[in-house]
């Protein structure tokens, strides 16, 4: 296992696209998060799911932000009519319990146009 | 009120000094903690986890005061790779997720 995967690395669209991020995490892991970073900021929760289960989203979730995590493996991260505001860097996490932290993909740069 | 502050820095310390960052953090059912170090344009990655009684690796040391609410790192014998930003991380009890801080950056000149 080669840790937290993310895809693509970097994504470059004009305001008004729906794009799709996609997140391989470690296999052990159970728990698997979403959360965005902005310039000269720490990052910040988006949602969590437990396997499959989208047990909890954030109020940064609008409902233009969708995740899905079909059969508790991968998942993705839609954004639907990108406004500029969305150009983040969007990371997932994966942990087996969160008293061992979070080990994070490489993240997703968006950047609307 | 944010769940974790820290000093944004920058801290710009020679190479072989010693440096501490604190956090403080607002919540007093806040259970784990930890360090994060984040590489510019790159994904934070665990640095250390911070126990009650404090705890050491190396050149760097952790430490928790639960009646302060605060944590510190100490980063001795800084080398010029300690250039990073460090964010500070907590639990809280009944949340599911990490709470990070907003970072404090390092550079260490020669």
């Known amino acids: 296992d080669t840790g937290v995967s993310q895809d693509p690395r970097h994504k470059i669209t004009k305001r008004g696209q729906n794009v799709t991020f996609r997140c391989d995490p470690i296999?052990?892991?159970?728990?698997l998060y979403w959360y965005r970073q902005t310039l000269g900021q720490g990052p910040e929760f988006l949602t969590y799911?437990?396997?499959?289960?989208?047990?909890?989203k954030s109020r940064l979730l609008s409902d233009r932000f969708s995740a899905e995590r079909p059969k508790g493996s991968f998942s993705t991260l839609e954004i639907q009519r990108t406004e500029q505001g969305d150009s983040a860097m969007y990371l997932c996490?994966?942990?087996?319990?969160?008293?061992?932290?979070?080990?994070f993909g490489s993240g997703t740069r968006l950047t609307v146009v | 009120r944010k769940e974790v502050e820290q000093d944004p820095g920058p801290f710009n310390v020679p190479e072989g000094a010693t440096v501490a960052f604190n956090c403080t953090y607002s919540?007093?059912?806040?259970?784990?903690f930890f360090w994060y170090r984040q590489d510019c344009r790159k994904e934070p990655k665990l640095l250390m986890s911070?126990?009650?009684s404090g705890n050491e690796d190396g050149r760097f040391t952790a430490q928790l005061n639960r009646a302060s609410q605060y944590i510190s790192l100490l980063i001795r014998d800084s080398k010029l790779s300690d250039s990073a930003t460090y964010l500070c991380?907590?639990?809280?009890?009944?949340?599911?997720?990490?709470?990070f801080g907003t970072g404090t950056r390092l550079t260490v000149i020669p």
């Open positions: 996490a994966s942990s087996p319990g969160l008293i061992y932290g979070y080990t």
């Open positions: 919540n007093s059912a806040s259970q784990s």
């Open positions: 296999s052990e892991h159970n728990r």
């Open positions: 991380v907590v639990t809280r009890r009944g949340a599911n997720n990490l709470f």
């Open positions: 799911f437990q396997n499959e289960a989208q047990l909890e």
């Open positions: 911070v126990y009650s």
